[in-house]
């Protein structure tokens, strides 16, 4: 069997040329090897009196990293918390050599993500709370402020600034992974929001609000979520909920944008 040596810098290589395939078959036998020279899971005690064993974690912090990565590539979410999981030890260690890494804010802005795609709002905020207490500024971080900005935009209503962000390609490409299912939920919301508020509303409005470039999409759309189309109109299932007036005036802010933004185009 290869030795940890040999299999690190193979998963490097593999990892530079984008080969994730390649990365996944390498990160199982390099976790046995890890587990095997004591590695995965940190000794802090070790790391004031031997210089080794700390340049030995850097290279299992940046083991984890690249299977954190490899996994948001490969759309499997689920190992990519795996490896966050074991990346908070070290991201969040009293040990200054240990916490640092180029990758850091990167990978926590996707773990921040993922909770969004998930709609996880309430674990979105706790894991803030956390971060805010440990990084300062975290709207100021090139990665942090992404997913932040995502969520207060969500939260306030500001639907067509949070759609723009998303749709304009992200420079770090793993974000883009999340802009459609992102996206998607945004169109739900609305969706929901509009059928709250409206018993009808003509199709060319109701295709500016949910952000669509065809009718034909919109009315796919509709008959999804169980509305009917005649005439060029949209029908809601109509309900009376308490925040009727709230749910009102959110629509009407995104829905005069999107058509005065229709009618400039």
Known sequence: MPSLIELTKSLNTAFTSGDYESCQKLLTPLRIELIKARLLV??????????????????TKRILEIGALCNVNRRDFESFENYFSQLRVFYFSPKSSLSESENKSKLISLYLLILLSQGDVTKFHSELEFLGKRIPNLEEDVFLSYPIKVEKWLMEGSYQRAWNLLKNESKVPEFNIFSET???????EIGHNTELAYKKLPLFNVKALLFFKSEKDTEQFALEKGWSVSSGCVYF?????????????????????AISLESII
Do not use: G, W
């Open 42 to 59: 940190p000794d802090f005690s070790k790391t004031e009196t031997s210089n080794d064993y700390l340049n030995d974690l850097n290279v």
């Open 182 to 188: 992102l996206m998607d939920a945004i169109r739900e």
């Open 237 to 257: 299932t109509k309900e009376e909920p308490a925040e009727y007036e709230q749910q009102t005036s959110i629509v009407e802010k995104t829905l005069d944008y």
